[in-house]
């Protein structure tokens, strides 16, 4: 069953989206509804507990609230003195929505009672004193609340600073305790995941690196998702994907068990999501160069929802326009231990839920917020559409959106209020092709003829394909065309005469 919530003004989204969040902790179980709550229109919220040792809690208010059109609430949520939202994870407790992200000097946290303004809180984490060498770079904090203990856990990665690259560059996987989600959290020590020997031979520091971790409690047990180094053995290889002889892949996602929130079980770490396409190369160029460059998948966020798990992913680099937000789902038959993943529409089909568009690029690492009423939020950081410095871009400038999702019978559609531009390019052919146009991701468009456009010497006209190399999916001229969450196009194929 579709399930579709519009939101119709500012206002409306601010108090119709009291006790979100609940998921993006990203506990299973939604708060009670005695938990908390915005306060009613015209009163100032409780104070949530006191950051502690936080160091700069100089509040900085986001200027721009949720944008409206159609009815659909989209944005970015930016301004003040905080633009740079970089792996942004978002939790709801008791009246307030919190959101983190990475810095290289701790965690950072911002709190809002609304959604609409945001004050920046300060650190909810910084180095502990007595810990060398001394922690630097916080990827990706990400909070799990443990309901039994009333305890506050963040996950998150740091590199060693002052060392050379190698050893700057260990990122090991971390955890840190409060009482509250403002902090300060406490470091407890390291999550000591199962690690690849292998590794040790590929580069030593990425022997026990890990990133981007989503925590997920089910069947009395936790789930721990997580970005680490892979091979293509025991998953299916997919030409021309495994690009050395060793079949090592780059990054994927995977999950282990654990016992408790901070007790990895033994043996029980196994790849969920793979590369498949050559759009999940970790490439800046958009070339996809199988030669040059290593897949990434990275930023899982696990969930559940109206008897279907989703695991979301980000494809390609961080740096790229062409980072984007995947999906692969899960049938919920039996347990998650031993879930099948498959990524949506299929291995091959380059579909993403967002990518590059007419408002903003680079959009992935994002967090699923699932609302007491049943609406899917998803928080992520992106580049303004117009940024001059990509493909390498200055990486203080990520900005925080939030994008209303629906699914229905196992898809999900990201409701943003930009049609797609589709276009053909004419791939070394030349006259005035086909002209381009935009639509609404999810549109469905049939392939143009290529009439009037002159074939280079020699060649004839095979096909379009979403791939200037011809290794993409094809399409016949008058073939309907599904538009993706992402700039659209079509190149012209071209093969040698037949004498």
């Known amino acids: 069953m579709k399930k579709r919530i519009s939101l119709s003004s500012v206002m409306l989204a601010a108090f119709m989206l009291a006790g979100m969040f609940t998921a993006c902790t990203p506990d299973s179980t939604p708060a009670p509804a005695d938990s908390g709550s ?30 409206i059109v159609d009815g659909i609430a ?27 992200s990475t810095d290289n000097s701790g965690g950072i946290v911002s709190r809002s009672a609304d959604l609409i303004t945001f004050e920046h809180m300060g650190y909810c984490i910084t180095p502990p004193e007595d810990v060398s060498p001394p922690h630097y770079m916080y990827w990706d904090p990400t909070p799990f609340y443990h309901e039994e203990t009333k305890t506050f856990y963040l996950y998150y990665s ?7 690259f190698d050893v700057s560059f260990d ?58 180094k892979g091979w293509a053995e025991g998953v299916e290889a997919h030409t021309p994907i495994v690009r050395r002889p060793d079949s090592y892949f780059g990054t994927m996602i995977f999950m282990q068990e654990f016992s408790d929130p901070a007790t990895p079980i033994p043996g029980t770490r196994r790849p969920v ?11 800046t160029s958009g070339v996809f160069d199988v030669g040059i460059w290593e897949y990434t998948l990275e930023g899982p966020t696990y969930f559940e929802y109206d008897g279907t798990a989703y695991l ?34 299929d291995d091959d089909t380059y579909m993403p839920l967002l990518g590059n568009d007419v408002n903003a690029v680079g959009m992935g690492n ?33 900005r925080l959106y939030i994008t209303e999702l629906t699914a229905e019978d196992g898809k999900l559609v990201a409701h943003r209020p930009y049609d797609i531009p589709v276009s053909y390019h004419l791939n070394g052919g030349e006259g005035e092709g086909p002209d381009p146009f935009s639509m609404a991701a999810g549109s469905v468009f049939t392939a143009a003829d290529i009439t009037g456009v002159e074939a280079p010497e020699g060649m004839t006209f095979k096909e379009w394909n979403t791939r200037s190399n011809g290794t993409g999916r094809v399409y016949a001229p008058g073939e309907a065309v599904a538009v993706p969450a992402s700039k659209f196009i079509l190149y012209a194929i071209w093969e040698p005469e037949q004498p």
């Not at 915005?38 to 609230?65: I, K, L, V, W």
């Not at 740091?158 to 050379?164: D, P, W």
């Not at 999501?273 to 490439?283: A, G, K, Q």
């Not at 062409?322 to 038959?333: N, V």
């Open 366 to 398: 994002n967090s699923i917020c699932i609302t007491p009423d049943g609406r899917i939020l998803m928080a992520y950081h992106g580049y303004p559409a117009d940024y001059s410095d990509l493909p390498y871009p200055d990486s203080r400038n990520r």
């Open 38 to 67: 915005p306060a009613p229109p015209g009163e100032s919220p409780s104070p949530p507990p006191d950051a502690g040792g936080n160091e700069d809690r100089t509040p900085m208010q986001f200027a721009s609230p949720f944008i």
């Open 312 to 345: 979301m992913y980000s494809g390609n680099s961080w740096e790229s326009p062409y980072y984007f937000i995947g999906y692969a789902t899960w049938d919920m038959q039996g347990s998650l231990s031993d879930a099948v993943f498959h990524k949506y529409p």
């Open 273 to 283: 999501v793979w590369p498949t396409m050559l759009e999940e190369l970790n490439d």
């Open 158 to 164: 740091t590199a060693y600073r002052g060392g050379t």
């Open 171 to 228: 990122q090991r996987m971390k955890y840190a305790t409060a009482d509250n989600p403002l902090g300060p959290f406490e470091f407890q020590g390291y999550i000591e995941l199962d690690w690849d020997d292998r590794l040790l031979d590929v580069w030593a520091p990425l022997h026990k690196w890990a990133i981007a971790p989503s925590m997920w409690e089910r069947e009395g047990k936790f789930f721990f998702f997580y970005t680490y």
């Open 74 to 100: 989209d944005n970015p949520i930016q301004g003040g003195g905080l633009q740079n939202i970089p792996d942004p994870k978002l939790i709801y407790h008791e009246g307030y929505y919190y959101v983190y």
